[in-house]
């Protein structure tokens, strides 16, 4: 399985069904599809999602199930395609479709202690031992369903506006999640006895959870409008200086009130602050003096 980067590299057994030795460390693929997105956010939903769950395994209703389970970590991770396969469950949730799987030993612990004694009632069993029943295929899509509405409670809630609290999830049909596919991994424990749940996120899903992760600026803020290229959206002022005249100091004191200065109107300058950039002709149209024929300086 491959590991996002802002969580612990994982080993063949943390992969849904793997049961092989720690080799070495996946290596990351970077995903050109994921370019620009908030995918270093995603740490930041996992541990929304660990406190959801974890509040949830404190209510009755699951601990009837659960028993004394607790979360230990929520993880996110992407299938290589070299994971052994397992016992898939598929439920509608929101835009998309969320998986739904959890190791075998989990299901039978927490089916010994739905319908056994409770807790510590029957030494661990083992898998092979145990034919698969209806019970136990019940049990899974009741667990399921517990489970996947925390998860698609936690998507909308980030969402703006979205809901708080999804309804019951409905069963649909689905298949084995393909390479690549987001997987969020959840290490659950009671005691010595530690297994694996793990949720499959579609496309449309995972888009939800990134789209909820980015920063309140980003989702309230509206996309500008591009008219046209930058030059033509640039607006700068321009200053047109009509005539200037050079007169001595002394004829400058001895101006008295109608006296005329006489000048001569030709081009006028076209100045950007303090650069002279064009020169114009200046002209009248409808009473006011305007500016044509520009030329460059140069």
Same mark, same amino acid.
């Given at each position: 399985? %491959?590991? #996002? ?6 080993? @063949? ?22 370019? =620009? ?67 075998? !030993?989990?299901?039978?612990? &927490? ?7 409770? !807790? ?9 031992? &145990? ?28 969402? @703006? ?6 309804? @019951? ?7 084995? @999640? ?18 694996? &749940?793990?949720?499959? #996120?579609? *496309? ?5 959870? #990134? ?15 591009? %008219? ?16 200037? *005249? ?16 006489? &000048? ?22 409808? =009473? ?11």
């Amino acid at each position: 399985m %491959t590991t #996002l980067q802002t969580t612990a590299p994982q080993d @063949p057994a943390a992969s849904p069904g793997g049961n092989g030795p720690a080799s070495q460390p996946a290596r990351e693929i970077l995903d050109p599809c994921l370019l =620009g997105r908030p995918v270093h956010r995603l740490p930041q939903f996992a541990v929304q999602l660990r406190d959801d769950l974890v509040a949830a395994l404190r209510h009755g209703t699951f601990r009837r199930y659960w028993g004394s389970y607790q979360i230990e970590s929520v993880a996110f991770s992407r299938l290589d395609g070299s994971e052994e396969r397992a016992r898939w469950q598929h439920f509608a949730a929101g835009s998309g479709v969320i998986g739904f799987a959890l190791e075998r !030993k989990v299901l039978l612990a &927490v089916l010994n202690y739905r319908y056994g004694r409770g !807790k510590g009632s029957e030494p661990v069993v083992d898998e092979a031992a &145990v034919r698969v029943t209806a019970t136990e295929e019940r049990l899974s899509v009741a667990l399921g369903q517990q489970m996947t509405v925390i998860a698609a409670s936690r998507i909308a809630a980030n969402l @703006p506006g979205g809901p708080a609290v999804v309804a @019951p999830l409905a069963v649909v049909a689905g298949s084995q @999640p393909g390479k690549g596919t987001w997987i969020v991994t959840v290490q659950v424990r009671d005691g010595d006895a530690a297994g694996k &749940v793990w949720f499959a #996120l579609d *496309k449309n899903l995972m888009s939800d959870v #990134l789209r909820g992760l980015l920063p309140e600026r980003d989702t309230g803020k509206p996309a500008p409008r591009h %008219t046209g290229p930058l030059a033509q959206r640039l607006e700068v002022a321009l200053n047109g200086r009509l005539v200037s *005249k050079e007169v001595t100091l002394g004829a400058l004191f001895d101006l008295r009130v109608g006296d005329v200065i006489p &000048v001569s109107l030709h081009r006028a300058d076209v100045m950007l602050e303090e650069s002279r950039l064009f020169t114009a002709a200046v002209t009248e149209h409808k =009473g006011k003096l305007c500016l044509t024929s520009f030329e460059d300086i140069e």
